[in-house]
């Protein structure tokens, strides 16, 4: 990962196209030197990495009978948080 600091997070949530909340989502995230980590999406349909380092992230969210949706060019900052609403 990165030499910025391991203080930046992924944040948000995991909406299908009518805005419903889909819980047990997997989601992806994986940094420019191809480290990856996953987390799975809470009940609420919420889902956060934290002690990321900054940097640019591609986000994958899969879901069993919905088509896998990227995010390619996530920017995380070291000190922020992106919080991210795919529909």
Known sequence: MGALGINAQISGLVLDPTGARVPGATVIATDADGHRVTTTARADGS??????????????????????????????????????MPA
């Open 47 to 84: 889902y956060a990495f934290t002690g990321l380092s900054a940097g640019r992230y591609e986000v994958a969210v899969r879901s069993r009978g919905f088509a896998v949706f990227h995010a390619d060019d996530v920017n995380v900052t070291g000190t922020g948080a992106f919080t991210w």
